[in-house]
């Protein structure tokens, strides 16, 4: 594949969207001029071994292999590791965005990624095996939706007023990355989680929620817990103690009266009627 657009004066190329389970050793090697390769270990174990160094890699490890950086990579023989992984070229460009700028500055970057990170790199290898009119636009807009993240990830105390974003957009992306959050992991995730992804106070956070969504982090969390609970006793044979636990609740009394509150019934009544 290849696909190739423009991102304010910045010529941006995708030339591999690819998931796979690597069960080989990927010999030293490194990438040309202008080259990105972006590694997403979403499953497994392995070796990361650069010029000077070795890494361990594990699931949610993420890393960037610029270029002229070597590197080699040594799947786990007991637990090989499952790798997305993205190759990208970004020629330089006298009118540079402030996002791409700060993406490009590195030509090595190895940490732990987060949700929105995972998330997009997953929703491209989808987009990447569908035959939709719109493929490449998604995911040329889904691109730029992950350098925006990654600099984030490099500048984590400097890309909220670094980067190039209005306020604007800037608090679109992050009422972005809650959706993600709440659907990932919405028996867990706590406004402090919210707030330290997108380097804000929490009560800067709770303002971007009220702005955004016209509601508190604690309903949105609880509507989210309840989206859960509902698909899961749809979809599966579960007591109420155990889908309370994996709402995040305490109690089965307490994740039964919650769940009255929103539908007006118990989860047993609930699941009653769906057989009706």
């Known amino acids: 594949m290849a696909i190739t657009f423009h991102f304010n004066g910045n010529k941006i190329q995708i030339f591999k969207v690819f998931s796979d389970t690597l069960t080989e050793i990927v010999p030293m090697h490194s990438h040309p001029k202008n080259g990105y390769e972006l590694h997403l270990i979403d499953d497994g174990k392995g070796i990361l071994e650069t010029a000077d160094k070795k890494y361990n890699l594990v699931k949610n490890t993420f890393y960037i292999t610029g270029p002229n950086t070597l590197h080699k990579q040594t799947p786990d023989t007991e637990n090989p590791m499952h790798e997305i992984c993205i190759y990208l070229k970004i020629p330089n460009s006298k009118n540079t965005d402030r996002a791409v700028e700060l993406f490009t500055s590195k030509a090595f970057w190895i940490g732990k990624s987060n949700a929105a990170v995972r998330h997009i790199f997953k929703t491209m290898v989808e987009e990447n095996e569908s035959n939709g009119l719109l493929k490449e636009s998604i995911l040329s807009s889904l691109t730029i939706r992950l350098i925006v993240e990654i600099t984030r990830l490099y500048f984590p105390d400097e890309t909220s007023s670094a980067s190039s974003l209005s306020d604007g957009d800037l608090n679109e992306s992050r009422s972005?990355?809650?959706?993600?959050?709440?659907?990932?992991?919405?028996?867990?995730?706590?406004?402090?989680?919210?707030?330290?992804?997108?380097?804000?106070?929490?009560?800067?956070?709770?303002?971007?929620?009220?702005?955004?969504?016209?509601?508190?982090?604690?309903?949105?969390?609880?509507?989210?817990?309840?989206?859960?609970?509902?698909?899961?006793?749809?979809?599966?044979?579960?007591?109420a103690q155990e889908c309370a636990v994996r709402c995040g609740y305490t109690s089965a009394s307490a994740f039964i009266t919650a769940f009255k509150?929103?539908?007006?019934?118990?989860?047993?009544?609930y699941r009653e009627h769906l057989k009706i």
């Open 176 to 239: 972005w990355i809650l959706d993600q959050l709440l659907l990932e992991d919405c028996s867990n995730v706590t406004l402090d989680d919210f707030a330290k992804n997108m380097g804000v106070s929490p009560r800067q956070a709770e303002r971007i929620i009220k702005d955004y969504y016209g509601s508190s982090f604690k309903k949105l969390r609880y509507e989210a817990k309840m989206a859960m609970a509902a698909t899961m006793l749809e979809q599966e044979n579960i007591s």
């Open 261 to 269: 509150h929103k539908y007006n019934e118990t989860p047993k009544a």
